[in-house]
Each structure stands twice: as structure tokens, then as C-alpha cells.
């Protein structure tokens, strides 16, 4: 192999074990998360105790008590959210498994969904605030109709930021901005067509 060769190599070696970084990053930040948050609800105090990490990760703020009203109510509604969970049988839509490894998002992914033809208010989500009010999230504003935790660690890394990905997501909150966008049939390639050979070919 010549020098250029072992160089390209090389770089492509680099940018695939950096890859694996970032996603190992990423997976790492949602373990530390979960085991956190696993630790916050089994103690109760836990989260309490370590008020403004609980408040950094929902609200994006270290000032926990900016936040203690709607902080303190996460505790009875990460229980709530656990029941559902094990009630639905692993067939819930209201909260849709995100794999470890994917990046974090702050919108939808554009490739799945598109915004409804009669939906009026842009990027933004008007007056409609189905998916936080129909699981009570805490996080919601009721005064302003806004989400406090907009683009924190927990939107950007769970299911708040990337809403929607499926078809009965958008079915069971009711969501009139977003629509799947409809699947495109996968190519279909007619036959090569078979040449005889005759010994002039030869």
C-alpha cells in the first residue's frame, strides 16, 4: 500500500472511531440520566437533595429555585409516567422509545414528517399544547401555555424535542400540526436483458 493509501486509510479509521465517540457520548449522558433519575424516584429525597441537577436536566437551569414549583411536582409525575409504562405493555405512544445512541434533536426529523397544509402558525405550535397537557406534564407553563424546559437536556435528548416519529404518536395527542410524510414505494428495476452469444462473439 502506498503512503496516500495508508493515509486515507488512516482518516477514515479517525472519522469512524469518531463517530463511535459521539455516540458512546451520547449514550453515556442518557445512562447517567436514567440512573439519576432511577435514584431520584426510589429515595424521593434524592432529587430534592440534588435540586439543581434535577433542574438543569428538565429546565436548563441551575437556579433551582426559580423552578421549585414545578420541580417538586416532576417527583409524582416521573411515578405517574412509570405506571403508564407498565400499564401499556410496552405499547405505548405517548412516550416512544429513543435508542441510547441517537444524536439529540431539537425538532422533528423532516425526513419522516412534514407540517399539515392548513396549520397557520409556522414553526411555531400556536396555542396548542396537546402533548404536554394530555400526560399533565409538570414542565408546562399553565399561565403562558409554554414549556419551561424548551430545548433542555431532557428535550433535546428524549422524546420532547424530536415529537413526532410515529403515525399513533401523532394519533393519540390529537397533533394538528404534524403529518407523516406518506412512504415511498421502494424502486422496482426491470430485468437485464439476457444477450445469446454466438461464436462471432467470441
Known amino acids: 500500500m502506498g503512503a ?6 488512516d482518516t477514515d479509521l479517525k472519522e469512524g472511531l469518531g463517530m463511535t465517540r459521539q455516540q458512546l457520548g451520547w449514550a453515556a449522558k442518557r445512562f447517567f440520566f436514567q440512573a439519576y433519575l432511577g435514584f431520584s424516584l426510589v429515595t424521593v429525597v434524592g432529587g430534592f437533595a440534588t435540586a439543581p441537577l434535577m433542574t438543569y436536566y428538565f429546565f436548563g437551569d441551575w437556579r433551582f429555585w426559580r423552578h421549585w414549583d414545578p420541580g417538586w411536582r416532576l417527583l409524582f409525575h416521573g411515578w ?12 405505548h405512544s405517548f412516550m416512544f422509545s429513543v435508542p441510547l445512541t441517537s444524536p439529540p434533536a431539537t425538532v422533528p426529523d423532516r425526513n419522516l414528517v412534514h407540517r399539515r397544509q ?12 396537546n402533548c404536554c397537557t394530555l400526560i399533565s406534564c409538570p414542565v408546562l407553563d399553565s399561565d403562558s401555555g409554554l414549556c419551561r424546559g424548551y430545548n433542555s437536556f431532557y428535550w433535546r435528548y428524549y422524546n420532547c424535542g424530536r415529537y413526532p416519529t410515529a403515525q399513533n404518536e401523532i394519533e ?6 404534524w403529518e407523516m410524510r406518506p412512504e415511498r414505494p421502494a424502486p422496482t428495476y426491470a430485468p437485464a436483458p439476457v444477450f445469446a452469444h454466438t461464436a462471432e462473439d467470441r
Do not use: Q
Not at 392548513?118 to 399544547?129: A, L, P, V
Open 4 to 9: 496516500w493509501g495508508a493515509k486515507a486509510e
Open 172 to 177: 393519540f395527542y390529537g397533533c394538528p400540526k
Open 118 to 129: 392548513d396549520w397557520e402558525f409556522g414553526n411555531s405550535c400556536g396555542s396548542c399544547s
Open 80 to 91: 405517574a409516567m412509570v405506571y403508564r409504562i407498565l400499564r401499556s405493555n410496552g405499547e
